[in-house]
């Protein structure tokens, strides 16, 4: 397959996960069919998706035009069957029941072509789990979409050790045609983004639970602070940027008060030890260039700024606390 032309996508699982990342490939030029539980609601899926993109761009959120391109692109089938047996790309974006995706995708196995393209969305199972409900597992892999899909740029990317290299390539040149960010990551449960989310959750529940603070004193304190950098740059950099010997200090404090499971990690020990203190030094685990320092600090501060300035421009989200 020519991953520069427009490829046959197949969608089953047509809910806000999956209808949203139909909506990209229709808004990219690619011919769309989507199939969900049933055809009814697979009407009322592809009837939301329409509406929708018209609402998108009547907001701005989509050029103007999309809707129509969408509409173009977009149909539904009667069945998995119909919808997958001329695709070259199929994504199963169903629930996370590993019972429902091994009945969905061993239908999708025997319905499609031989060298069509199948990837789950899912994102927390190991995609070598499914990989035993598709035949020619080569040709399978994880490709997660984060919602919503229209306006998140990132996706995952998780091949599995059958995964052909030809099919991995294909996928990252085709999802990053859409205008997202791939990364390819590697098999394990959660992948990267949930399993990051997810301890984050678990501890900010654990501090609820203990009293140190409301949900919404946590949440106003982890998107006014860390969690306001992290839209902008990812742990290591930041720790880079802070300083590793700063980290492991800290670190100290919090093994003293919550135990082992706080202890600065070995690899961030040693680095220290080393002398490696992040960008003031040699540059850290993000590999910063030290020399580069000052354009480094600037650029953040800039763009810290004007992340600012955004938050205040966007006022408090509707149904919130002020």
């Given at each position: 397959?020519?991953?520069e032309?427009?490829?046959k996508?197949a969608?089953?699982g047509?809910?806000?996960m999956?209808?949203?990342?139909?909506?990209v490939?229709?808004?990219?030029?690619?011919?769309?069919?989507?199939f969900?539980?049933?055809?009814e609601?697979?009407?009322?899926?592809?009837?939301?998706?329409?509406i929708?993109?018209?609402?998108?761009?009547?907001?701005?959120?989509?050029?103007?035009?999309?809707?129509?391109i969408?509409?173009?692109?977009?149909?539904?089938?009667?069945?998995?069957?119909e919808?997958?047996?001329?695709?070259d790309?199929?994504a199963?974006?169903?629930?996370?029941v590993i019972?429902?995706?091994?009945?969905?995708?061993?239908k999708?196995?025997?319905?499609?072509?031989?060298?069509?393209?199948?990837?789950?969305?899912t994102?927390?199972?190991p995609?070598?789990?499914l990989s035993?409900?598709?035949?020619n597992?080569?040709?399978f892999?994880?490709?997660?979409?984060v919602n919503?899909?229209?306006f998140i740029?990132?996706?995952?990317?998780i091949?599995?050790a059958?995964?052909?290299?030809e099919?991995?390539?294909?996928?990252?040149?085709?999802?990053?045609?859409?205008g997202?960010?791939t990364?390819?990551?590697?098999?394990v449960?959660?992948?990267?983004?949930?399993r990051?989310?997810?301890?984050?959750?678990?501890?900010?529940?654990?501090m609820?639970?203990?009293?140190?603070?409301?949900?919404?004193?946590?949440?106003a304190?982890?998107?006014?602070?860390?969690?306001?950098?992290?839209a902008?740059?990812?742990?290591f950099?930041i720790?880079?940027?802070?300083g590793?010997?700063?980290?492991v200090?800290?670190?100290?404090?919090?093994?003293e008060?919550?135990g082992?499971?706080?202890?600065?990690p070995d690899s961030l020990?040693?680095?220290?030890?080393?002398?490696?203190?992040?960008?003031?030094?040699?540059?850290?685990?993000?590999?910063l260039?030290?020399?580069?320092k000052d354009?480094i600090?600037?650029?953040?501060?800039?763009?810290?700024a004007?992340?600012?300035?955004?938050?205040?421009?966007l006022?408090?989200?509707?149904?919130?606390?002020?």
């Amino acid at each position: 397959m020519d991953s520069e032309s427009k490829s046959k996508i197949a969608i089953v699982g047509a809910g806000y996960m999956g209808g949203g990342m139909a909506q990209v490939f229709a808004l990219n030029g690619h011919p769309v069919s989507i199939f969900d539980l049933d055809t009814e609601t697979t009407k009322m899926s592809f009837d939301r998706l329409i509406i929708e993109s018209r609402s998108f761009e009547e907001l701005g959120l989509f050029a103007p035009g999309s809707a129509e391109i969408i509409s173009r692109n977009l149909s539904c089938g009667k069945n998995i069957e119909e919808v997958v047996a001329g695709a070259d790309y199929i994504a199963e974006a169903v629930p996370e029941v590993i019972q429902i995706k091994n009945e969905v995708l061993t239908k999708i196995s025997i319905a499609a072509k031989d060298d069509a393209i199948i990837a789950s969305n899912t994102s927390a199972i190991p995609i070598s789990k499914l990989s035993v409900f598709v035949t020619n597992p080569g040709r399978f892999l994880g490709v997660h979409w984060v919602n919503p899909a229209p306006f998140i740029p990132g996706v995952e990317i998780i091949p599995t050790a059958e995964t052909s290299e030809e099919v991995l390539q294909y996928v990252e040149v085709l999802i990053g045609s859409l205008g997202k960010v791939t990364s390819r990551v590697s098999d394990v449960a959660g992948f990267i983004i949930n399993r990051l989310q997810f301890a984050l959750y678990k501890e900010a529940v654990t501090m609820f639970e203990e009293g140190v603070g409301t949900p919404q004193e946590i949440d106003a304190i982890v998107s006014n602070t860390f969690g306001f950098r992290l839209a902008l740059f990812g742990p290591f950099a930041i720790a880079d940027m802070a300083g590793l010997d700063v980290f492991v200090g800290a670190y100290k404090s919090l093994a003293e008060a919550y135990g082992e499971r706080f202890a600065a990690p070995d690899s961030l020990a040693e680095k220290v030890k080393n002398g490696d203190f992040g960008l003031k030094t040699c540059g850290g685990f993000a590999g910063l260039d030290a020399s580069k320092k000052d354009e480094i600090v600037a650029y953040r501060n800039r763009a810290y700024a004007a992340l600012s300035q955004l938050k205040k421009d966007l006022g408090t989200p509707p149904g919130f606390p002020d």
